[in-house]
């Protein structure tokens, strides 16, 4: 049941939302008389693996499951339902879930009304749910990225039917807008803009399993972000593949940079900030609208991947080394605080030690603030895992601890030009460290831990840096 909105994209008709939660409402009236019987509420354990996005469905999930009257639970054991969120985007992630669903086939034995689900990334992938359905019998509900709203349903029929349930939709869903959500965090928000990606670099699965690049209408985010601000979030962050093309598909004037001047009026929030930028999209137009809008914080995640131009145009990128370092040229002349982070992978096939050698001067010369590191992971059905010039494991990790080693220094520097500078803090909550007791952020998204108390947590304070290390602050309340 769909849609067509005349404004481009594609959105789940009100009455199929109405379905679901309607289903919300059975299950909730399931659990309600379970709870008069047993004499306790039902309980959820979600895990998520992944990306920010992928956090923000598990908290629609939570949104669904908390309106069905469940409770969360930390552990597996304690649960009536288990859900894994998944991912696919490396391989090391993908076996995570697989060792995890193979500790749950006891506890489904001993307790066979446990309700075990997967979705996620790596559901959208045909052979994974084959694997599933072959040697994962235990498992109950497999459900993919583009039908999350109908887990009310699917979650009734594995209820009612006592059989396994799988829904994994094919090509992109369409917008499912309304639906529940329970967010973790009551201070710093995500907001999904967009979905999907047309990139196709070619390392990368995302495109195969999130579907083309849809994004959400400016109305219901600008009315999502609003209720955020009236209900006391400070911070939020908008989230897509490819932040940058936002609107592209809209078929009218909107665009990124129209989003966040838009957003920037919303009362309440204080601060901005959005992932992920491809450097190919990064427009002058946002560049400016960053510089002028007060709340967009002075930090940008800009993935380069890799630093020799001729591994970026194997990789689909679309743009040189050069052209990168120009535009952080071009970011720095308009913001010239702004901290920056990226996205590097180690070991694509074909790197050479010349190849390697032209990341390393990319870091030195641009100087970002941190960057995430990965060993290229074979991913299947991507053009880079058919080359034959596979990087031996031994070589990407020599390379992956080369480039720590690089940038751990930069990182240093860049924070010990902080020391005695009064920053603006977001207080977060109580620090894991035990010397100072509370922690927070910086606009540039830099940890800072420091002496407070509990009355300060959602406030922005002034801090002024006191101590530094690779990836945190320390400091005093000023
Ligand atoms: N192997 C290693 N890293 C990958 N990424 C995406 N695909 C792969 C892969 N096959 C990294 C990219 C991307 C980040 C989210 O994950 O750096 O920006
Ligand atoms: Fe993957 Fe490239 Fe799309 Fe990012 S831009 S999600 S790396 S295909």
Redesign the pocket.
């Known amino acids: 049941m769909e849609n067509s909105k005349d404004r481009g994209n594609i959105q789940v008709a009100p009455e199929e939302i109405a379905l679901q939660y309607k289903y919300m409402n059975d299950i909730k009236e399931i659990n309600a008389s379970d709870e008069t019987n047993y004499g306790r509420k039902k309980k959820v354990f979600l895990q998520s693996f992944g990306c920010q996005m992928n956090e923000n469905d598990s908290e629609r999930l939570l949104g669904m499951l908390s309106e069905m009257g469940y409770i969360e639970a930390n552990k597996a054991e304690d649960s009536d339902v288990v859900i894994f969120n998944t991912c696919c985007v490396r391989e090391n992630a993908e076996e995570k879930v697989y060792g995890h669903l193979g500790a749950l086939k006891k506890q489904k034995t001993d307790n066979p009304d446990k309700i075990i689900a997967v979705c996620g990334c790596m559901m959208q992938q045909g052979e994974v749910v084959d694997h599933i359905r072959k040697k994962y019998r235990h498992v109950d509900i497999v459900f993919g990225t583009h039908n999350l709203h109908k887990f009310p349903e699917l979650l009734y029929r594995t209820i009612n039917t006592k059989s396994t349930v799988i829904d994994v939709m094919e090509s992109a869903g369409s917008i499912a807008e309304g639906m529940p959500i329970e967010r973790k965090d009551a201070i710093k928000a995500w907001v999904t803009v967009m979905y999907g ?1 047309n ?3 070619s390392y ?1 699965i ?2 195969y399993v999130r579907g083309r690049e849809r994004s959400r209408n400016i109305d219901d985010i600008v009315n999502e972000i609003t209720v955020l601000g009236q209900q006391n979030y400070k911070e939020i962050t908008l989230l897509g ?2 932040v940058n093309s936002y609107g592209k598909d809209l078929g009218n004037e909107i665009s990124f940079a129209k989003l966040i001047r838009e957003i920037n009026h919303i009362e309440g929030i204080e601060r901005i900030r959005f992932m ?1 930028s ?1 450097p190919k999209d990064l427009s002058e137009e946002l560049i400016l609208a960053m510089r002028d809008c007060d709340k967009v914080c002075e930090h940008l995640h800009l ?1 380069i991947q890799a630093g020799s131009t001729r591994i970026l145009n194997d990789m689909n990128r679309k743009y040189s080394k050069e052209n990168y370092i120009e535009l952080v040229s071009k970011i720095r002349e308009e913001i010239p605080d702004i901290a920056l982070t990226t996205d590097i992978i180690v070991g694509y096939p074909g790197e050479t030690e010349e190849d390697f050698e032209h990341t390393l001067d990319v870091l030195k010369k641009v100087r970002f603030d941190f960057a995430y590191t990965f060993l290229y992971s074979k991913r299947t059905g991507t053009p880079a895992a058919k080359s034959s010039e596979q990087v031996s494991d031994e070589v990407k990790k020599q390379r992956f601890e080369k480039l720590l080693e690089v940038q751990n220094k930069i990182s240093k520097e860049i924070n010990d030009k902080l020391l005695g500078k009064v920053e603006e803090v977001l207080v977060e909550g109580l620090s894991k460290n035990s010397i100072w007791n509370y922690t927070g952020r910086t606009r540039a998204n830099k940890i800072v831990n420091f002496k407070g108390s509990k009355e300060l947590v959602g406030r922005l304070i002034n801090v002024k840096i006191t101590g530094t290390q690779t990836w945190s602050l320390e400091g005093e309340i000023y």
């Open positions: 990606c990139n196709f670099c990368c995302v495109p593949q490819n992920t491809h993935p």
